[in-house]
T-cell receptor, first 114, second 112 residues
Framework: EAQVTQNPRYLITVTGKKLTVTCSQN?????MSWYRQDPGLGLRQIYY???????DKGDVPEGYKVSRKEKRNFPLILESPSPNQTSLYFC?????????????FGQGTRLTVV | GQNIDQPTEMTATEGAIVQINCTYQ??????LFWYQQHAGEAPTFLSY????GLEEKGRFSSFLSRSKGYSYLLLKELQMKDSASYLC?????????????FGKGTTLSVSS
């Protein structure tokens, strides 16, 4: 079954304590992305990756890091979380070839920073 | 910029037809996506239009006019389970589906 798996699903942490949200896909997709979703603002892209070792900033990258050492994994790292990073986070994996498109989102990670 | 605009909320009744509109600035997008998102869940892919015209998939159809910067999602024979948020998104022309610009979503409430 095609899947994008995020962990953890829920996390409450304190300001400044480094954390990592993992994302893994089993579809051999080249493209992966991280988004955050906030009320009234919609989904905004944080970082994306077009392949192993190729990452780039999205619209709201400040305070986040990512890595893509393997095709299937794309972890999101918050080195020093702050309360304004409290949000619902989604990892996405996609494949695009001419008019064929596949896009899958993970189940989401609800992060609260206190 | 590449703003995407869609209505915030819509209501409809079971069995009806509803059209959710999406407008965007015409430059810069390859195509338009529609996603469905139930509260607290992940968005699920509904459609991707890269050519002008209507594409039909069962009860859901999506339309695109590139020259007008306009798309819509048409839902027929509405069911209660169609109550969800519907997200319109564009993919910037130079980023091949890796970077999606989302609208803020349209919350559809279907009543009996």
């Amino acid at each position: 079954e095609a899947q994008v798996t995020q962990n953890p699903r829920y996390l409450i942490t304190v300001t400044g304590k480094k954390l990592t949200v993992t994302c893994s896909q089993n579809m051999n997709h080249e493209y992966m992305s991280w988004y955050r979703q906030d009320p009234g603002l919609g989904l905004r892209q944080i970082y994306y990756s077009m392949n192993v070792e190729v990452t780039d900033k999205g619209d709201v990258p400040e305070g986040y890091k990512v890595s893509r050492k393997e095709k299937r994994n794309f972890p999101l790292i918050l080195e020093s979380p702050s309360p304004n990073q409290t949000s619902l986070y989604f990892c996405a994996s996609s494949f695009l070839d001419r008019d064929r498109f596949e896009a899958f989102f993970g189940q989401g990670t609800r992060l609260t920073v206190v | 910029g590449q703003n995407i605009d869609q209505p915030t909320e819509m209501t409809a009744t079971e069995g009806a037809i509803v059209q959710i509109n999406c407008t965007y600035q015409t430059s810069g997008f390859n195509g338009l996506f529609w996603y469905q998102q139930h509260a607290g869940e992940a968005p699920t892919f509904l459609s991707y239009n890269v050519l002008d015209g209507l594409e039909e998939k069962g009860r859901f159809s999506s339309f695109l006019s590139r020259s007008k910067g306009y798309s819509y999602l048409l839902l027929k024979e509405l069911q209660m389970k169609d109550s969800a948020s519907y997200l319109c998104a564009g993919d910037p022309a130079n980023q091949a589906g890796t970077a999606l610009i989302f609208g803020k979503g349209t919350t559809l409430s279907v009543s009996s």
